[in-house]
T-cell receptor
Framework: EAGVAQSPRYKIIEKRQSVAFWCNPI?????LYWYQQILGQGPKLLIQ????????DSQLPKDRFSAERLKGVDSTLKIQPAKLEDSAVYLC????????????FGAGSRLTVL | QKEVEQDPGPLSVPEGAIVSLNCTYS??????FMWYRQYSRKGPELLMY????GNKEDGRFTAQVDKSSKYISLFIRDSQPSDSATYLC????????????FGGGTRLMVKP
């Protein structure tokens, strides 16, 4: 079974610029998550989708972050404008069912904001 | 105070040693407990998954949950250099679906 695909793997931008990350979950996985992992910290949930609907986005900084999963398969996370503190690894994960605690993570997209 | 606390390490041990990794938590609603392993520049991968209290063993790995003390542990027997990674504990309440709260991770180095 193919894993969770993410791109790009690395991105360097200047503050106030915009960036977008893409994720393709495991085929058939209805639930998709975006996590932010700052260096030396554990992942923090940004947003959770069930098919193409948002289940939880309470920790998403909505003034600068947006995410969509229009067709219920792949997803895009956008940051505009970026701040220095957005430097982190953005991890996408998926699970078969809502309520199942087994998540499969992608390798992540590492963002550096200068 | 963070909901889930983990000593960041690094923890350095010789090959073959028994490793003990621990997390403490404050939310008594947590019922599901997981350990993830994260290699450098990779995403976390699930190692162990337990529900409520008790022990679970899988090969060289044993997970323990003590809900009365709000304390969970992961033991690695006969540690190998390939076990060198960051170990993240994660937990969630029964009714919160996949709303995992992660610890900050402990970096483990197993020296040959």
């Amino acid at each position: 079974e193919a894993g969770v695909a993410q791109s790009p793997r690395y991105k360097i931008i200047e503050k106030r610029q915009s960036v977008a990350f893409w994720c393709n979950p495991i085929s058939g996985h209805a639930t998709l998550y975006w996590y932010q992992q700052i260096l030396g910290q554990g992942p923090k949930l940004l947003i959770q989708f069930q098919n193409n609907g948002v289940v939880d986005d309470s920790q998403l900084p909505k003034d600068r972050f947006s995410a969509e999963r229009l067709k219920g398969v792949d997803s895009t996370l956008k940051i505009q404008p970026a701040k220095l503190e957005d430097s982190a690894v953005y991890l996408c994960a998926s699970s078969l069912l809502l309520g199942a605690n087994v998540l499969t993570f992608g390798a992540g997209s590492r963002l550096t904001v200068l | 105070q963070k909901e889930v606390e983990q000593d960041p390490g690094p923890l350095s041990v010789p090959e073959g040693a028994i490793v003990s990794l621990n997390c403490t938590y404050s939310n008594s609603a947590f019922q599901y407990f997981m350990w993830y392993r994260q290699y450098s520049r990779k995403g976390p991968e699930l190692l162990m998954y337990t529900y409520s209290s008790g022990n679970k063993e899988d090969g060289r790995f044993t997970a323990q949950v003590d809900k009365s003390s709000k304390y969970i542990s992961l033991f690695i027997r006969d540690s190998q250099p390939s076990d060198s990674a960051t170990y993240l504990c994660a937990m969630s309440p029964v009714d919160a679906g996949n709303m995992l709260t992660f610890g900050g991770g402990t970096r483990l180095m197993v020296k040959p």
